[in-house]
């Protein structure tokens, strides 16, 4: 199907996406929502939300697309950006690599086995947990202001804060965050105390929001770093580069291969059941539905963005 314009995008979206979304919905039954985390148990799992941002910040949303919830391992993706912008590419990359592990997003595996036993990417827990301890700041304190500070730019919403709940929950439980920590400390690649550094990570990903703060940050990205509606620089073009390249080879984690067939854009989905996703010079979308399948990603989000993808011809190949 030719690519429409985006008036007839905009109509036939208005138009559909109600009945899109409730047959998306559907699909929530096939997965559970995250309780590892015991204060992200409490989302109801039949929950699916969207918004889609256009470049003039004009929006449609479906669904549960009030529903707040937060970050989680989307916010690794600014964390990643802020790291770069705060020590450019070298620092970044003498403490994570730029390769998918086809692992589970909390996996030790390839630390003990593969030298020089730094992370494999920036996006799964270990590379994240690297990455936080990069933020500018003298004091963790500091650091999660930076990232709040970050993140509220590109939102364009000064609200955005801290859910203080999932932060004590994540924390009160990390056992396997810790133990990556640990691993990673000994391995040389935290300069930074363990519990300094997972007070950063923890806070990055209990930043609440709701589908329409996530297609507003998509927008920047989709717009290679200018925010297209208060039309300012917010990231280096090549910082955005490196982390939609992330974003599109291991943001999904080990079903990152399946979502580039099947969508085609590049995403990073969270275990609160959200996903940031966007079509690149064009629009942000954010979607929130907490029950995921096996590898960590909502299934009532991926079918939705699968439908949406092929309906519009948005894969990018
Ligand atoms: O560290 C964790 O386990 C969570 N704070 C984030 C993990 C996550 O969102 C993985 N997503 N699929």
Redesign the pocket.
Same mark, same amino acid.
């Given at each position: 199907m030719p690519h429409l314009q985006h008036d007839e995008t905009w109509k036939k979206l208005h138009t559909h996406i109600d009945e899109w979304v409730a047959g998306s919905k559907t699909h929530t039954k096939e997965g559970h929502v995250a309780s #590892? $985390?015991p204060e992200l148990a409490n989302a109801s799992g039949n929950i699916l939300g969207f918004c889609i941002m256009d470049h003039a910040g004009q929006t449609i949303t479906s669904g549960d697309s009030e529903f707040r919830f937060t970050l989680?391992? $989307?916010s690794k993706v600014f964390s990643l950006i802020l790291a770069l912008m705060d020590n450019g590419e070298e620092v970044v990359f003498s403490k994570v690599g730029m390769e998918p592990t086809g692992d589970d *997003?909390?996996s030790m595996l390839k630390l003990e086995l593969i030298e020089p036993g730094i992370p494999f990417n920036p996006l799964i827990?270990a590379g994240?947990i690297a990455i936080s301890s990069l933020i500018g700041g003298n004091t963790p304190d500091e650091q999660i202001d930076r990232i709040l500070h970050f993140f509220r730019d590109i939102a364009d919403n000064p609200a955005l804060d801290i859910n203080q709940n999932v932060f004590k929950s994540?924390s009160d439980t990390?056992h396997r965050?810790r133990s990556l920590a640990y691993f990673l400390k000994d391995n040389g690649v935290l300069d930074k105390e363990v519990d300094e550094v997972l007070r950063v #990570? *923890?806070s990055h990903?209990s930043v609440e929001v709701n589908c329409t703060d996530l297609a507003r940050m998509a927008l920047v990205l989709a717009h290679n770093g200018v925010d297209p509606i208060r039309k300012q620089r917010l990231i280096p073009r090549r910082f955005v580069q490196i982390t939609k390249t992330f974003m599109f080879t291991c943001g999904m #984690?080990n079903a990152s291969g399946e979502f580039a067939m099947n969508v085609g854009l590049p995403a990073k989905? @969270?275990?609160?059941g959200s996903i940031l996703t966007m079509v690149p010079g064009q629009y942000g979308i954010g979607v929130v539905g907490p029950a995921l399948n096996r590898k @960590?990603?909502s299934t009532a989000g991926v079918h939705l963005l699968g439908m949406l993808s092929q309906e519009f011809d948005w894969s990018l190949f």
């Open positions: #590892y $985390i989680q391992s $989307i *997003f909390n827990n994240a994540e990390a965050n #990570y *923890f990903c #984690y989905s @969270g275990v609160s @960590g990603n």
